[in-house]
């Protein structure tokens, strides 16, 4: 367990690390021909130091809020650490924010100053600037922002800088963090230093050995997750204050990512179900085009029980895998296990996810394949992780044990409760939403979960979308949708049937799984409106539904479901930065077509 910070703040790590190793490369960043460049632990301090010059110069001031609207980029990390310097607190806003939104999260902190990462960006600020007096800086990346700071600080001491420094507490507030906002308005969670240092340095003491492909070898870490979530933030604080070298990908798409992980080679990642599932997806489907499919489902069977035989032996239930099982495996290991590991660049050997439930058969057949990923939970409340599994231990389908330092209750109607140094100090302006879920510091998640014999924690859904059929049957709708997403041709899954007579599901499908189906299936292209009424694809998709039924009684099944001609999308409105799924908005949205499943 972390010992509580008991002064400065996040920003002295930097300080620290480039006078203790100032040669350590730090971070990776891209340069005008994409290639990667190393960063010295020196070098960033220089530059952090630089900016914050620069802020101070433009009349940022300890305890201004300035916001950051940008994809994931080095130049975020560089804002942040600055911002942290002068005692400023930073107000991610998602890329992808409507001009409402981002007038909303400016307004209700009272943002003195924002960076963004291009035109659009400032041009929807600009939208609504006219509403928000307090506005009176807006920096903007692509237009050379950090050169213009650099130069306008040139002139301040450095000692100036430091006497901002020297006055940052663990108390202070280093960011506020909006809520995606499933539901409502988002509300803006109070973190200070403290909850991330907390967070950083206990993730780090607990799982820093998984960091590295090998003992003694560089950890490298390639972040892709969003900066304005707090999964991301904290993977950006724990390498930098755990000497992970860290490089940055502003594209959360597989086209994009699997190039850079290549190329930056990291050993360890984090990530979110979505990018594992991309991973084994297209894995599948080039061993389809090859005509080795047979051979890769054999490969998946025994990666599966190969992990599985291991997990029996960690918790005592068995001896391990039997001599003919590690022949197989060993046979496989060149012929695919090397190659999925390949498209991640070769060198990783562990991850962690979280944001979502992932299937326990997928993360078993990855354990099999030489990449073991610790699932964990958490919130922006508890300034992500509270849970996590053990490295030694690790329980797939689960979300693993406390955190050290924190404290998991189930309460009587299921819901989980935490209670650690991590956990937020409230709602921006919002004591009436503080006080429904802070109870004498234990925080009331909303979530629902049950732990086992051993600690380990299952989400079993969320208060708030518990469904509850005209029959009065309830229904948590999360195994349902995360066994039906498991299905190759499957991109979302909404299970709707609240007040209504039975459950039914509104399906989404992946357009490239898709047009390689139709290829193997000789089948010609079709547009989405055709496609959604294919037989074919409709007997596939029943497959997936019937395979999600087997895990609950008849009455919690899903009856009937309706394939949709597109994927629910951010832009629309209908997904979370993070992607979880909106439910109310989808119901909306498509209000016609769940209404046709009851016809």
């Not at 903007?140 to 000692?159: N, R, S, T, W, Y």
């Not at 053990?390 to 935490?418: C, F, K, S």
């Not at 229904?475 to 039906?484: C, D, I, Q, Y």
């Not at 292209?525 to 019937?546: F, G, K, Q």
Request: charge should be negative.
């Amino acid at each position: 367990m972390a010992a509580a910070p008991q002064v400065g703040g996040l920003a002295d790590a930097v300080f620290d690390h480039a006078e203790d190793d100032p040669g350590r490369v730090a971070l990776a960043r891209k340069d005008g021909q994409g290639r990667w460049q190393d960063v010295t632990s020196a070098q960033f301090r220089d530059e952090v130091l630089a900016l914050a010059r620069g802020l101070l110069a433009h009349g940022v001031r300890f305890g201004d809020r300035v916001a950051l609207m940008c994809r994931t980029r080095y130049e975020w990390t560089l804002f942040d650490f600055a911002l942290w310097t002068v005692g400023a607190h930073s107000v991610p806003v998602y890329p992808t924010s409507s001009a409402e939104q981002v007038y909303w999260m400016l307004h209700d902190s009272e943002v003195s100053a924002c960076m963004v990462e291009h035109e659009d960006h400032a041009m929807t600020i600009g939208s609504v600037i006219d509403r928000l007096p307090q506005l009176k800086r807006l920096w903007q990346l692509d237009a050379g922002a950090v050169a213009e700071l650099f130069e306008a600080g040139a002139h301040i001491d450095d000692d100036v800088v430091h006497r901002h420094r020297r006055a940052v507490t663990p108390d202070s507030i280093a960011t506020i963090i909006y809520t995606s906002g499933t539901t409502g308005r988002p509300k803006g969670c109070v973190i200070t230093h403290s909850n991330f240092m907390f967070e950083s340095d206990t993730m780090v003491g607990r799982w820093e050995p998984v960091f590295h492909s090998r003992p003694g070898d560089e950890a490298a870490t390639l972040l892709f997750l969003p900066l304005s979530h707090v999964f991301g933030r904290m993977v950006e604080v724990a390498a930098i204050r755990g000497r992970v070298k860290l490089g940055h990908q502003p594209v959360l798409q597989a086209s994009a990512l699997l190039p850079d992980l290549a190329s930056l080679r990291p050993t360890f990642i984090l990530a979110v179900p979505y990018i594992f599932e991309k991973v084994f997806n297209a894995a599948r489907r080039k061993a389809e085009t090859e005509g080795r499919a047979g051979a890769f489902d054999k490969a998946v069977e025994v990666a599966v029980k190969y992990a599985e035989a291991l997990e029996h032996r960690a918790f005592g239930l068995g001896p391990g895998p039997s001599a003919g099982l590690r022949v197989q495996h060993q046979l496989f290991e060149k012929l695919v296990y090397a190659k999925v590991r390949d498209a991640m660049g070769g060198r990783l050997r562990h991850a962690m996810s979280g944001g979502s439930g992932m299937d326990r058969r997928l993360g078993l057949f990855f354990a099999g394949a030489g990449v073991t990923i610790y699932e964990g939970y958490g919130l922006t409340e508890s300034t992500a992780a509270a849970t996590a599994n053990p490295p030694e231990r690790t329980r797939y389908g689960t979300v693993g044990q406390p955190i050290p330092g924190t404290t998991v209750h189930i309460a009587e109607d299921g819901e989980i409760w935490l209670h650690g140094g991590h956990i937020f100090s409230g709602y921006l302006n919002d004591p009436k939403a503080t006080d429904a879920v802070l109870h004498d510091e234990w925080l009331a998640t909303g979530d629902l979960g049950a732990l086992d014999e051993d600690g380990y924690l299952t989400i079993t859904g969320r208060k708030k979308e518990i469904l509850v059929t005209s029959g009065g049957k309830s229904v948590s709708p999360a195994a349902l949708e995360e066994r039906v997403r498991a299905h190759p041709l499957v991109a979302q899954c909404l299970v709707v049937g609240n007040d209504r007579p039975y459950i039914a599901a509104l399906v989404t499908v992946d357009p490239e799984a898709v047009d390689h189906w139709l290829t193997i299936q000789g089948k010609a292209p079709l547009p989405p409106a055709e496609l959604v009424r294919d037989p074919d694809l409709e007997m596939e998709i029943r497959r997936a539904v019937v395979a999600a039924n087997t895990l609950v009684s008849k009455s919690e099944s899903i009856r009937t479901f309706r394939i949709l001609a597109h994927p629910f999308s951010e832009e629309h409105g209908l997904l979370t930065p993070s992607l979880k799924l909106k439910r109310k908005a989808i119901e909306t949205a498509y209000a016609d077509e769940v209404d046709a499943l009851y016809q």
